[in-house]
């Protein structure tokens, strides 16, 4: 692998950055009862996530690892956005049945499947 | 160059499964005899082509290879066939008499279903063609399978009148006694390629008999095992008891599978595999002791009973331990002689009978029968023919083979075979003894079905009827057989002439030489000539001969005439616990079933109560269900529907698994 | 320089994914999550991943946020819940729990030595594109076909969820 | 550095200046032509040939009264025009509008007559700005708090994203085909000649996609025959009905400065930019330089023109139509494009 120039961002960074928006994003999931600000919070984590790949690639890039270990990072968070795509595009539509059906999607007045 | 040896069996296969889909397809009666009858009539066509041709070429034996069967590793089992003079004699006569039977059951079975009537004669078929398989199979596994087919159709065969539970019964009984004696022959199989690593007939003797030292104990072994497997298959002590029930099947059924052709392949095995019981005194004698027992023993028991079957099939019994008498004393040729004329004659009694039954309607005791002579006089020609043979009176059939038998029994007590002289005496003892039973019974069906007056009440008498000519007329061929057919083996040395025996030449090359004369005596045994001189040998036949007379005699005194049926109850008054004896079969039945069958049953009764019920069922299979119901009315309250929850235990996990990772 | 930029670019994102998640009303949250995906953009610029940066706007931005406008436009949700009301249990623990797992990251970012990342070089016209495009068609084909299965299978069974016959 | 800076910085006022000016030009344009069109005068007061007309109608908007309705959320009423008009300008930085040959400014390389020349992502880079313009559709017909808004802009949104999809497959074709996502590569893979006679460009290689990517920009434009999400005259004026003053003015520059950059890319993309057919320029320098400009704003004229003078010939689709169309025809057609330049790069036509 040639040399890389290397950016003045540690990679540490970056991890953190991610750390501190998974918490925001868990949260989120945990607290919110709107199905919508659910599924949004949903996004920042998968956000998040991405970021700690982009992160160990980027620490790849800078030489600790061959060309093909920091392109995987990157593909990987490829494929991280396609499934977040189609999963936005199926459960939206889970939402819209749920609300003709329930004429709301406040995630705690869905409840009846229990015992 | 034998094309057609193959085309015998296949083509009773072919019937057979074209009347299993004609059955199915509901076809008419008419159709289904074209086919069942047809195709064994082509087969045995096929064999006498065969024959023909065998007759016309120099090998002695023939070997076709068709394909590889069964191929492991070193070890490879052909399905192949073999036709030498054995197999010659038997295929040839197992057709024939097939063939004659199936012709005697269009009219036998004429009121059946058609349905059933195709059944009937799929099942027919399937067995000549297994039995045909077991017959010209050239090696042991081939001849296995053929073993085994003949078992399954006379299961099915017996159990046709499957609505009837008793028949069932016996059909399973049957079934059972005979998985016995086939793990017998299993394990010799198995030995047999321990041994020689093959099991091909045309390796395997040889190689015996080229170093009979060394293969002496193997030989005793398997042997013996075989043996086994024989005493399943031919009904002898201890394991004859499926035999008499084995009646319960349809009357042609009984002639050709449990008289004529099936419980013969036992002796045709022993005789197939000589060499072995040659180069082991004892195997030998054991089955010349097994033989000579079951001669006199089922003898005994046919003294009394009543059923005419019954009689017959004990008659039965008694001629297959003849036969292996005869293999025990070294005489193979004989016995396979006798098994061709007991086949002949035996087959015309059982289809005499089931013409007597088709007359009375399904009546099977004796003593409702009486005077048929006058309403059906072919059968009744045919029948006494038919005992005439069996009872041993020259020139018909049975007395030439049984009388050989005898004499080669008391040559080997007079030439000290294998050292075992004075055994073999009272062997030949028991024979003779055996022999003048014989021809009392016989001759008791005789008076009480055919003589005197009809006991069976005036509506059964009305339609007493001659049987239609599809059953007279194999009922005719099998009687001439019976009567002739013993000129086959005619005892020339007795007149001097030794070339006169026509089957003993013919089938002696299947006694291969032993290698050294070590075993001497039974090599010489297959011609016993020498051990008695010509004199001795014609006292011999006069004995039996009137033995044999002496039996019809008694049986004239008891059943016939004036105080016919008095001196008998006498008898059996003065000695009742003995007649009890007899006709309870010395209750053989009973103690197998408190010795063997209850025990089987408590514990079968045991696995199901107690293991399966309450083990099984309760502990494991409900006391899982219980345990999961258990927790799960424990845990469902965790299920509080709120999706947030679930993420929330989600979290958690993580975290924990975070925590635990770290 | 790039340092800074990285800096605020992360506090926009921090700032604005607390804005998507905490105001009651989901188009102010939408709205804030565009400005954090912009943040994210940045950010994927700025590590060298410009094809990624290009992707997350055109699919983030451009796609799934815009369906989510719709849903909520057509749904015109009434539902303003205050900020984790009811269940205050779950909102503690949410928030125990939520914050935990970030320390844990964050501890780790801490512990691990602060290596300074690199640029993956690519070629001078397409940047990271070419060598993102050859992997995917290389060594990830199978992946990469399985994924627009997926996306189909997602299209299919949006389709069939929001047709009327459903209910 | 501070030199890249302000060599950007003119470019950049370069840039929006002429995008800026087109918008006043192009209505006076509009106006005549569809009066020359439809066999009439049009606006012909105000200074020679009605020249001046744009300006005046500039005055009458920035003086109006900037006036809000009731129950419009506000944020989003007001973020709607400004994401529009900012969306259309920042498309144009990607793109480039003349042939550079090393020429210096404030002597320093200029490298490249385009904004941002080394954002070696270019088309992607457009098509993430331009996947924004929906936004501003959608908030302007959400936040108006009127239905016809609503359903305005949920109609131009649907429009939108649809043929998005065809123009960027579309568009794949040019890429696959020029080996590079900066459009002066894309250009410079246009010199030359095809097959002997015709000139490399792509319109000539991949007919199909050119034609599907001029429909789809009429579409992204919202111009007819695709104009349903402002169709006044039979719709009610869709997500900009709650609109007015500078704030329409807004999504009414916006409109034409797409119009512009959507000319623009279709001189790039497929109609060979500043190269001229069968003959490169004869002259290099700032000359040069000057005349490609020159090439290409005469390309980009007659792109505007064209966009006019369709509209004053063409009726106006209905919704479903417009849908069905552009899924069941431009889709397919744009991949059918793609394929074709697949096989054809395999088998080594271009």
Redesign the interface.
């Known amino acids: 692998m040639s040399p890389a120039e290397l950016v003045a961002i540690p990679y540490t960074w970056v991890l953190a950055l991610s750390a501190v928006l998974f918490a925001i994003g868990t949260m989120g999931v945990l607290l919110r009862r709107n199905g919508i600000a659910i599924f949004l919070s949903l996004e920042i984590m998968l956000n998040s996530a991405n970021l700690a790949f982009a992160a160990f690639a980027f620490r790849l890039a800078a030489g600790h690892g061959t060309a093909g270990e920091a392109l995987a990072g990157q593909i990987f968070i490829f494929f991280v956005i396609a499934v977040a795509a189609a999963e936005a595009a199926v459960g939206l539509a889970l939402y819209i049945a749920l609300y003709r059906l329930k004429e709301t999607i406040d995630v705690d007045r869905i409840n009846i499947l229990r015992w | 160059m034998l094309g057609v040896l193959w085309l015998i069996p296949v083509l009773c296969l072919a019937g057979a499964l074209l009347n299993l889909a004609l059955g199915a397809a509901g076809a008419r009666k008419g159709v289904v005899t074209i086919v069942g009858v047809g195709s064994v009539g082509a087969a045995t066509l096929a064999a006498f082509v065969a024959l023909w041709q065998y007759l016309h070429q120099p090998a002695s034996v023939v070997v076709e290879r068709y394909f590889t069967w069964i191929s492991a590793g070193a070890f490879t089992i052909d399905a192949s066939f073999q036709l030498d003079p054995l197999s010659a004699v038997m295929v040839s006569f197992v057709s024939f008499v097939g063939f004659l039977i199936h012709v005697y059951s269009i009219g036998y079975m004429h009121e059946e279903t058609d349905a059933g009537y195709a059944r009937y004669f799929a099942y027919l078929n399937l067995f000549m063609f297994s039995m045909l398989l077991l017959v010209l199979g050239s090696n042991l596994p081939v001849l296995f399978v053929g073993w085994e087919g003949v078992g399954l159709c006379s299961y099915l065969l017996i159990g046709y009148y499957y609505e009837k539970d008793w028949c069932a019964a016996a059909g399973k009984k049957a079934f059972i006694v005979n998985r016995i004696g086939d793990l017998g022959f299993l394990l010799a199989i198995f030995s047999t390629f321990a041994v020689f690593g093959t099991a091909e007939f045309t390796e395997i003797f040889p190689a015996a008999a080229a170093h009979p030292e060394r293969y002496a104990t193997a030989a005793t072994f398997i042997g013996l095992l075989l043996f086994v497997g024989a005493i399943g298959k031919s009904a002898q002590i201890p394991l004859y008891v499926w035999l008499p029930d084995a009646m319960a099947g349809p009357t042609p059924v009984s002639a050709l599978i449990h008289a004529a052709t099936m419980v013969t392949a036992g002796v045709y095995m022993v005789v197939r595999c000589n060499v072995f019981y040659r180069i082991s005194p004892t195997a030998m004698l054991v089955v010349a002791i097994i033989g000579g027992i079951t001669a006199i023993f089922a003898a005994t028991i046919g003294l009394v009973q009543n059923d005419i079957k019954k009689v017959l099939a004990y008659s039965t019994v008694s001629q297959l331990g003849y036969m292996f008498l005869g293999a025990g004393v070294g005489a193979f040729v004989a016995a396979i002689f006798h098994v061709v004329t007991h086949a002949f004659f035996k087959a015309c009694l059982f289809l005499g009978s089931g013409s007597v039954i088709h007359a009375c309607a399904g009546e099977q005791d004796m003593r409702q029968m009486g005077g048929l002579k006058r309403y059906m006089p072919t059968t009744y020609w045919t029948f006494l023919s038919a005992t005439l043979a069996i009872s041993g009176i020259p020139i018909f059939a049975g007395f030439f083979s049984k009388d050989e038998i005898l004499a080669k029994a008391f040559a080997a007590g007079a030439g000290g075979l294998n050292g075992f002289g004075s055994l073999y005496y009272v062997l030949w003892f028991l024979g003779l003894a055996g022999a003048l039973l014989t021809a009392f019974y016989m001759f008791r069906i005789v008076y009480m079905t055919f003589h005197g007056s009809f006991r069976g009440g005036e509506e059964a008498e009305h339609h007493l009827h001659e049987s239609p000519p599809s059953m007279t007329l194999p009922l005719v061929i099998l009687g001439v057989l019976s009567a002739i057919g013993g000129f086959a083996g005619f005892p020339g040395q007795l007149f001097g002439k030794t070339g006169l025996n026509w089957i003993e030449h013919f089938v002696h090359p299947v006694l291969l030489p032993i290698a050294s004369e070590a075993h001497g005596v039974a090599a010489e045994a297959g011609h016993g000539e020498h051990a008695v001189s010509l004199g001795l040998e014609w006292l011999l036949v006069l004995v039996s001969v009137g033995i044999a007379a002496l039996g019809i005699g008694i049986a004239y005194r008891f059943y016939k005439g004036p105080e016919a049926f008095a001196r008998p109850r006498q008898l059996a008054e003065r000695f009742s616990l003995a007649y009890k004896l007899l006709l309870n079969k010395y209750w053989v039945d009973e103690i197998y079933d408190a010795l063997v069958i209850k025990p089987i049953y408590w514990f079968c009764l045991f696995c199901w109560r107690i293991i399966d019920v309450f083990i099984i069922d309760t502990v494991f299979v409900n006391g899982t269900a219980f345990l999961v119901e258990l927790t799960g009315d424990l845990l469902r309250f965790l299920q509080t529907g709120n999706v947030r929850n679930y993420a929330l235990s989600v979290a958690l996990g993580i975290l924990a698994l975070a925590v635990i990772l770290w | 320089m790039v340092t800074y930029v990285f800096l605020a670019a992360a506090a926009v994102a921090i700032v604005f994914a607390v804005l998507a998640v905490v105001p009651r009303n989901p188009?102010?949250n939408v709205?804030s999550l565009?400005v954090m995906f912009f943040a994210m953009?940045a950010i994927f610029a700025l590590l060298g991943m410009?094809?990624l940066?290009?992707?997350q706007?055109?699919v983030y931005?451009?796609?799934i946020l815009?369906l989510f406008?719709?849903v909520i436009?057509l749904l015109n949700l009434r539902t303003v819940e205050p900020f984790g009301s009811g269940r205050p249990l779950q909102a503690l623990l949410g928030v125990l729990v939520a914050a935990m797992i970030g320390g844990l990251v964050l501890a780790l970012a801490a512990l691990l030595h602060p290596e300074l990342g690199g640029v993956l070089p690519?070629a001078?016209?397409?940047?990271t594109?070419l060598t993102i495009g050859r992997a995917l068609v290389g060594s990830h084909l199978f992946v990469f076909e399985f994924i627009s299965l997926l996306l189909v299978a997602a299209i299919v069974g949006a389709v069939y969820l929001t047709k009327k016959e459903l209910r | 550095m501070w030199a890249e800076l302000v060599v950007i910085g003119v470019k950049l006022a370069f840039v929006v200046a002429v995008l800026l000016t087109t918008v006043p030009i192009m209505v006076w344009v509009e106006r005549r032509g569809s009066a020359l069109i439809q066999d009439r005068l049009g606006p012909n007061r105000v200074g020679p040939f009605g020249l001046l007309q744009p300006v005046v109608d500039a005055v009458k908007l920035l003086t109006k009264e900037n006036l809000i309705p009731a129950g419009v959320?506000l944020?989003?009423y007001l973020?709607a025009p400004a994401i529009a008009l900012s969306v259309a300008l920042s498309t144009f930085i990607a793109v480039p509008f003349g042939k550079d040959s090393g020429l210096e400014l404030f002597g320093h390389a200029i490298d490249g007559f385009i904004v941002a020349p080394d954002l070696?992502?270019g088309v992607?880079?457009i098509?993430?700005?331009a996947?924004?313009a929906?936004?501003s559709t959608?908030?302007a017909g959400?936040s108006s708090g009127n239905k016809y808004s609503?359903y305005g802009?949920?109609r131009a949104?649907a429009q939108t994203?649809s043929y998005?999809l065809a123009m960027t497959i579309a568009v794949v074709g040019v890429l696959m085909s020029a080996g590079?996502?900066?459009l002066q590569?894309v250009v410079d893979a246009q010199s030359g000649v095809w097959l002997g006679f015709l000139p490399r460009w792509n319109v000539f290689t991949q007919l199909i996609g050119a034609i599907t990517f001029i429909v789809a920009s009429f579409a992204e434009t919202n111009r007819v025959p695709f104009d349903l999400p402002e169709a006044e005259s039979e719709l009610v004026a869709g997500y900009h009905t709650e609109y007015s003053s500078m704030k329409f003015a807004a999504f009414f520059m916006s409109e034409y400065v797409h119009m512009t950059v959507s000319a623009a890319l279709m001189t790039v993309l497929f109609f060979g930019g500043w190269n001229l057919p069968y003959i490169d320029v004869p002259f290099g320098g700032w000359a040069g330089a000057l005349f490609s400009m020159a090439v290409f704003a005469a390309k980009v004229a007659f792109f505007l023109w064209f966009f006019v003078w369709v509209r004053w010939t063409l009726p106006r689709f209905r919704f479903d139509q417009l849908m069905a169309l552009g899924w069941k025809v431009m889709m397919p057609l744009a991949v059918l494009n793609f394929l074709w330049v697949g096989v054809a790069m395999a088998l080594g036509i271009f």
């Open positions: 188009m102010i709205l565009v953009a410009d094809f940066a290009a992707i706007i055109i931005s451009g796609a815009v406008l719709f436009m690519g001078e016209e397409t940047g594109a | 959320r944020l989003p973020l070696n992502i992607l880079y098509f993430a700005i996947s924004l929906v936004y959608v908030l959400w609503l802009g949920i949104s994203i998005e590079s996502l900066q590569h």
